[in-house]
């Protein structure tokens, strides 16, 4: 059974910062291309940042260029985003999304809120 625990999402000012974590269990995490989508009120779900499955290459959206940084630790089943120097406009629920070929599974989300 293919289950996530997504943490690290809360409250902050901007200019702030937050680590969002995903763990994952129930496929071969280390298989798979991770990626992490938002949704903000309103608008459709973008993606935001995507990693490789060995973590050897990244892509980030040009809205979080130099501000975010995804990571994974695949011993254990983790990926990471780090964001710093956060904005008003980063506000939504962030998603961590596992991609292999014709698989995906998503988690449940976790809501950032930047605010002053």
């Known amino acids: 059974q293919v289950q996530f625990v997504e943490s690290g999402g809360g409250l902050v000012q901007p200019g702030g910062s937050l680590r969002l974590s995903c763990a994952a269990s129930?496929?071969?995490?280390?298989?798979?291309?991770m990626n992490w989508y938002r949704q903000a009120p309103g608008k459709e779900r973008e993606l935001v940042a995507t990693i490789t499955s060995a973590g050897g290459s990244s892509y980030y959206a040009d809205s979080v260029k130099g501000r975010f940084t995804i990571s994974r630790d695949n011993a254990k089943n983790t990926v990471y985003l780090q964001m710093n120097s956060l904005r008003p406009e980063d506000t939504g629920v962030y998603y961590c999304e596992a991609a292999w070929s014709a698989y995906d599974y998503w988690g449940q989300g976790t809501q950032v809120t930047v605010s002053s």
């Open positions: 129930g496929f071969t995490f280390s298989s798979y291309r």
